[in-house]
């Protein structure tokens, strides 16, 4: 019988051999897990390594993109600037403007930000749903993308290209077609006029405000912002070209859509204009949007008219830049709480017949200056041809 | 053409008008319903800066209505009322909206809270009242407004006042 | 949205629920920018005051009334006043005449600057909105020293008044005219030479005074197009004092289009209107005899009246209000009140001046008119 039973072991054998084989069997499924793991870990440190280089590189772009003079600073300049137009209308208007939150009201626009954002968002059945949660953002991006081409600082600025007023000029350009966008998806009538309106004041005030800065450009000889303000060295050019200066105010009041120029936004006829039915969230966007808006202008004028960082040489370029545009801002919000509201098809009137003939006489003076002025040249710092 | 004038020239032009009171300043005359056209296009001939001031109606009970007009001549400081008495459960009198357009409007609003109706009105849709009160002539007499009768009036009935003050349902 | 929105007619409510309607609903046709047609409703505000007047005493009806308009509170109660007054033979005495006419004028001076700060809203200018805003506070203060409360004051009773002046009441009232005379020529200058608003309101909502009376336009609304029409000189009143003031109609009187008006000129008119009524109080204040302020029979007669039938009438700021008043014999309430509001008549004008022009002019238009939704819908 012994015969047999070893016959039944033989049998079994490659059986025993394989159950010898098992834990070596594991141990390899646990060796290869570990080296993929490891595998995995080595590719995402690299990838960490990379980028970490990538920020080392360039930290001193990113510092000034997000931190100064990029988006935090912007944000706290749009809400002061919030902060300042309501307390000045308050003012012009014989009240006080926000008091309680805050010393002199410091806080209520944190208030009013918070307040606006936790409110219901209600989107009309008309509306088309995507496009609505969609154009508030666009808007806020396309506005503060021109920020990065302002000529802050010799030293401190974001970004400069060599024709960076046209890429202004383009994203300012958006913004009624966004608009226009705005008030047609918001499925309501008046929104609808708004946006129409809005597009109007495209046609009648973009056209005068870009020809209006042709001016400064052809006297600094170059496209780019921080050209225009290097080129202010020794003079500035609202000396230079003062008229141009009031048909480039004149034409960025209507583009932004303050007030004489507010129609598509006229809030005793058509509502709130292509803003009508935002809620919540994107009344916020569009609001600041506006601000923003507000805010780029005076930039652009301090940049190309007044000298950009040029003043007071013991302070540094930047503060230089803030005070004259607080100062320019000031005026700006002065002239538009003083006059009634224009109706649309007037200020296409005006624009048409009074500011386009007066900016392309502005740029042909500018020509024939440059040309036939013999002491001009010298004046500014690249020798404009 | 001062007002006692002007009265007796109504007067003796048409005779079914009646005087009631005629002074220099003031006259009141009651006219039939089917002359007020010609009365009020002879006004509107006589003065030709007549302010139109009023037209109202007035509910005498027993199914008795009076259409009151009242016109002012500045010039010559002489307050014009023309009364026309009406009967029945919906008196008809004639429109004068196409000669002072400016009482297109108290026609309508006489119109809905007495149930006059006026021939040739150009639009007599509700002016002030709600859409369930029409039909309903709120100014008669016969409307009752006190909450004992309101099922009279055929307005839905409001929620029941708690009994005590200071629990609600 | 066809792409041929511009050439459709499009129905739009400037409804009910607007920035700028304060109380009306028109339905209006739009093709492109222009309007169309325009067809007011009202019926918004219909607090059935007639009804109500049937159901409350004589001097309890008063106080309705002052609701229909709160701006003009003094000025719209006087009309039932003067109705009572003359069924019931109550003989109102000098001084109560004078104080009555006195505050009056303070209300309409009042209620134009509320209406200036409206208008100016509604153009988009809130500096202009808030700046006769403030100066009306001044006169609400004088009125709640006189009276305790800044607007529905209920200051008249039948046969005269019921709050006398005191020696701060008027001083306080002189102090409001004497700042709103001086803050003027600065309203002036920001309204009348402001050529935005020049350009904004000229030649719009233009009409003769013909047009406008058949239409039953009375008032400034009148005056403005050169026709003198104010009851307060055209009628005798007895009850009130216009005939002891030495004082001229204000009437604006156009040169670009004489007999007619258009929204700057009903603007002018108002300014006038405003110096008319402080000249009127000037004169009048050093006048205020001594005396009772009510009439001595009034508590016995004014509780239950005869039969008869009486139309008290008064300038109000916006137009001609009146009162139609029918009593039975020992009533102690109307047997029927019908009121006449002046703007239920410039509501209804609208139908007719509005086709034809932008749609952001309509706003222009009836605001110039001086709309009030209490006195149309009542």
């Known amino acids: 019988m012994v015969g047999s039973i070893g016959g039944i072991v033989m049998q079994f054998e490659w059986f025993v051999d394989w159950l010898a084989g098992v834990p070596d069997w594991i141990y390899g499924i646990f060796i290869w897990i570990w080296g993929l793991l490891h595998d995995i870990i080595m590719w995402v440190w690299d990838w960490i390594f990379i980028l970490w280089g990538l920020i080392i590189d360039n930290i001193v772009f990113l510092f000034m993109s997000v931190v100064f003079p990029g988006l935090v600073f912007l944000l706290f300049t749009l809400i002061f600037i919030v902060w300042w137009t309501r307390k000045l209308w308050g003012r012009i208007h014989a009240r006080r403007g926000p008091v309680h939150l805050g010393k002199y009201g410091g806080l209520q626009i944190f208030a009013d930000a918070i307040k606006l954002i936790s409110k219901e968002i209600i989107i009309p059945n008309n509306s088309r749903r995507w496009m609505y949660r969609f154009l508030p953002g666009l808007l806020l991006v396309v506005v503060l993308v021109p920020f990065a081409f302002i000529p802050w600082d010799p030293v401190w600025f974001i970004a400069d290209l060599s024709v960076s007023l046209v890429l202004v000029f383009a994203f300012l350009t958006a913004v009624p077609v966004i608009s226009l966008l705005a008030g047609w998806i918001s499925g309501s009538k008046y929104s609808l006029i708004g946006g129409f309106r809005a597009a109007n004041n495209q046609f009648a005030a973009e056209i005068p405000m870009i020809i209006s800065s042709v001016g400064p450009a052809m006297l600094a000889g170059s496209l780019s912002l921080m050209g225009i303000a290097v080129a202010q060295a020794s003079v500035w050019f609202i000396v230079l070209l003062p008229i141009n200066f009031a048909t480039f105010l004149a034409a960025s009041i209507a583009s932004v859509g303050i007030f004489p120029f507010d129609a598509p936004v006229a809030d005793s006829e058509i509502i709130f204009g292509w803003r009508t039915e935002f809620s919540g969230v994107y009344f916020t966007l569009t609001y600041f949007a506006e601000f923003a808006e507000q805010m780029l202008y005076p930039l652009l004028m301090v940049t190309m008219f007044f000298g950009g960082f040029y003043g007071l040489p013991f302070i540094p370029g930047y503060m230089n830049f803030i005070i004259k545009f607080l100062i320019v801002f000031f005026f700006f919000t002065l002239v538009s709480s003083s006059f009634f509201r224009f109706r649309q098809d007037q200020i296409v009137h005006y624009c048409w017949k009074y500011l386009l003939p007066l900016s392309m006489l502005n740029v042909v003076i500018a020509m024939l200056a440059i040309v036939y002025i013999p002491g001009l040249a010298p004046l500014l710092a690249f020798a404009g041809g | ?169 | 949205m066809s792409p041929d929105i511009l050439d459709e007619a499009v129905e739009l409510w400037f409804g009910p629920q607007h920035v700028s309607a304060h109380g009306w609903a028109t339905k209006l046709t739009l093709v492109g920018d222009y309007i169309v047609e325009c067809d007011p409703n009202a019926g918004y505000f219909h607090r059935s005051a007639e009804k109500c007047l049937e159901f409350r005493t004589f001097k309890q009806g008063s106080l309705i009334l002052e609701r229909l308009c709160m701006l003009e509170a003094f000025l719209a109660e006087y009309p039932y006043l003067s109705a009572v007054e003359q069924i019931a033979g109550l003989e109102v005495p000098e001084r109560a005449k004078i104080m009555r006419t006195i505050m009056m004028e303070a209300c309409r001076i009042h209620s134009l600057q509320f209406w200036w700060g409206q208008f100016s809203a509604e153009l988009g200018m809130f500096t202009m909105t808030l700046w006769p805003w403030i100066d009306r506070e001044y006169f609400l203060d004088a009125f709640e020293e006189l009276t305790g409360s800044r607007h529905a004051a209920a200051y008249g009773t039948p046969g005269g008044v019921k709050y006398d002046f005191t020696e701060k009441s008027v001083k306080v009232l002189e102090h409001a005219i004497a700042h709103m005379e001086s803050q003027m020529p600065k309203f002036k200058d920001m309204i009348l030479h402001n050529p935005s608003f020049k350009v904004r309101t000229k030649g719009i909502g233009q009409y003769d005074v013909k047009q406008g009376l058949k239409w039953g336009l009375s008032g400034p609304n009148i005056r403005a197009c050169g026709t003198p029409m104010d009851l307060r000189q055209d009628v005798n009143d007895p009850n009130l004092a216009y005939d002891m003031v030495d004082w001229e109609v204000p009437t604006f009187h156009s040169e670009d289009h004489p007999g007619e008006s258009d929204a700057f000129d009903r603007m002018v008119q108002r300014f006038l209107e405003i110096e008319a009524s402080v000249k009127i109080i000037r004169q009048l204040l050093p006048l205020v005899p001594d005396g009772p302020i009510v009439d001595p029979k009034a508590r016995a007669k004014s509780n239950r009246l005869p039969a008869g039938e009486a139309y008290g009438r008064i300038e109000g700021t916006r137009g001609l209000a009146s009162v139609w008043l029918k009593t039975t014999d020992k009533a102690q309430s109307p047997y029927r009140a019908k009121i006449r509001g002046p703007c239920l008549n410039s509501y209804y004008s609208l139908k007719h001046l509005v086709p034809g022009s932008k749609f952001a002019d309509f706003i222009v238009i009836f605001g110039s008119l001086d709309p009030y939704p209490g006195w149309w819908d009542r």
């Open chain 2, 1 to 169: 053409m001062s007002g006692t004038a002007f009265a007796r020239m109504i007067v003796n032009k048409y005779q079914e008008v009646e005087p009631k009171l005629l002074t220099d300043e003031k006259v009141d005359l009651v006219i039939p319903a089917s002359l007020i056209r010609d009365v009020v296009h002879l006004i509107e001939e006589s003065y030709p800066l007549i302010f139109p001031e009023i037209i109202m109606g007035l509910d005498l009970e027993d199914d008795k209505y009076e259409v009151i007009y009242i016109f002012w001549s500045r010039e010559t400081n002489f307050l014009c009322q023309f009364r026309v008495l009406l009967e029945g459960a919906t008196p008809v009198v004639d429109t004068i909206s196409d000669i002072f357009p400016g009482m297109e409007w108290h026609e309508r609003e006489t119109c809905e809270m007495f149930g006059i109706d006026f021939k040739g009105h150009p639009d007599l849709r509700l002016l002030l009242l709600p859409d369930e009160l029409e039909g309903k002539y709120p100014l008669r007499k016969r409307f009752k407004t006190d909450r004992s009768r309101l099922s009279e009036s055929g307005l839905p009935q409001p929620k029941p006042r708690p009994p005590r003050g200071g629990d609600s349902q």
